[in-house]
C-alpha cells in the first residue's frame, strides 16, 4: 500500500510538469470550448500555477537533485541577461509589456528550481502518465472539433475561438501539433520498452497512431520536419544493417508476402467503400503540399499553375525578412551584433536569430549554447537509451530545437519551460540510481552509474 501512495504521489508531480509544459491544450480546451473563461491570461495563469502546486514534493528545499549543472547556469544567465535588457535597454518603441514579460522569467525560473526538486524517482511512471495526459488532451481536441459547427472537416486541426458573427474565428495548430508529437514520442518510447507487458504496448500502439493522425491534421511544418527528423534518428540508432537485411530476407517467404498482399488489398476495399476518408486524407495531404509548394515557388521566384506570382504566407514572409534583415546587419552594421539592438527591437519569427539580433553575443552564447548543447546530449541518450524519461526528452527535443529556428520569440516560455525539463533530466544521466537505467552499465558505485568520464552522483 505505502508504494502504491508513493507511486500516485510521482504520478502527480508528473500531471503538474505536463500541465506546465504541455497544458495550452487543455488550456483552450477549458477557456473556449466549454467557455469557462474566454480570452481570460488570468485562467492561463491559474492553470500554470496548478500545475506548479502539483509540482511540490513532500522534500521540497529539504532535498534538491542535481540538475545539468553547466546547462543550469546557462540558463539562469541567459535570463538575467534578457532581464537585465528589458528593464535597462528596450528596443521596441511604446514597449508597455513590463509585467507580462517579468512573469514569463518569474515562471521559467520557478519551474526550473521546482525541478531540481522532483526526486528521481518520478522516471519511473514518467511515460504512462505523458501518454495519458497527451491522449486527454487529444480527446478533447476532437471533442472541440466535432461540436464546433464552424469546423468542418479538411481545416488543419485546432480549437477555434472569436467571434462566430464576424467570421473572425481563429485557432493556434502549433500546440496541438506539439502535443500530438509528445504523445508519439511517449507511446513508442512505452511501447518499445522490453519492460512494457502486452496490454500497456497495444494501448501505448494504438494511442501513437491517434496522435500522429492529429499531428498530421494540424498541417504544421516545424512539427512534422521534427517528427521526420526523429524518425530517422530513432532507426539509424536502433535498426542495425543486419536487422535490415534479415528482415528483408524474411519479407520474400510465401507467407509474408500473402500477408501483406491481404492487408493492402483490405485497405483498398475499405477505402472504397468509405470514400470519404480517402477524399479527407487526400484533402489534407494535397492542402500540405500546396501550402509548402507556393513557398518554393516563391523562393525561386516562380508563377504557380494559375499564372500568378507564388507569394509565402504570414509566417515564411516573417522569416525570410528576418534572414534577410540579419544579411543586411552583416553587411554594414556589425556593431549591432555585438551588444545587440534592445529587448524586443524586431519580430524575427526565429528565436535563435532574434536572442543575437537582440542580446548581442552573450545572448547567443547563451540562449543558442542551450540548444547546442541539448543537441550534443540527446544525441548521446538516443545512442546509450538510459532510461525512458530521459529517452523521451531526447527525442522531443528535435521539436523544440526546430521551433528555436521557426517559432516564436526568446522570452516565450514555451521555449524555457522545455529547456528546464531537459536541464534537470537529460545530460546528468549517470546521477541517477541504478535502478533506474533501461540497459544498466556494468560498473556500479554505491547504487550509481560511473562513465568512463568521471562519477556523477546527486
Known sequence: MLRLLQKLDYMRMVVGICMVVDGFPLIFFFKETLRLAPNSAAFTAAFTGAGFLLMIPFTVFRKLYKPNILAFYMMVGSIALMMFYMVYYVGEPGYGGL????????????????????PNDVIEVAIPVIVGFTLISNLALVYAMVTDPT????????????????????GNPHVFARNALMGVVACGVWAFDKRTSLIP????????????????????????????IIIFLFLFYNVRPAQVKAAARGLVKPLPLFTIAVFIGGVMVFLRKNWQIYALLYGYFMGFIERNTENIYALLGLKTAGGYKASYDASSVTRTVSTGFLGNVLEGHMEMLVFGKGFKSLYLDIPVLEAWIDFGMLGLLLFGGLFALFTYYSLRAMRNNPNPLTTFLAYTFILFLVQAFTNGRPNEPWHW?????????VGNEYAFPIRFWTNPPAVDYEGYAVPNESPARS
Open 151 to 170: 469546423w468542418v472537416l479538411g481545416q488543419r486541426a485546432a480549437i477555434n475561438f472569436g467571434s462566430t458573427d464576424t467570421g473572425e474565428r481563429t
Open 99 to 118: 509585467l507580462f514579460d517579468s512573469l514569463y522569467f518569474l515562471f521559467a525560473l520557478l519551474f526550473l528550481l521546482l525541478l531540481v526538486n522532483v
Open 417 to 425: 519551460y522545455p529547456l528546464a525539463l531537459m536541464i534537470r533530466f
Open 201 to 228: 504496448r497495444v494501448f501505448a500502439l494504438f494511442t501513437g497512431a491517434m496522435s500522429a493522425a492529429i499531428l498530421l491534421m494540424t498541417q504544421t511544418r516545424s512539427s512534422i520536419l521534427a517528427f521526420a
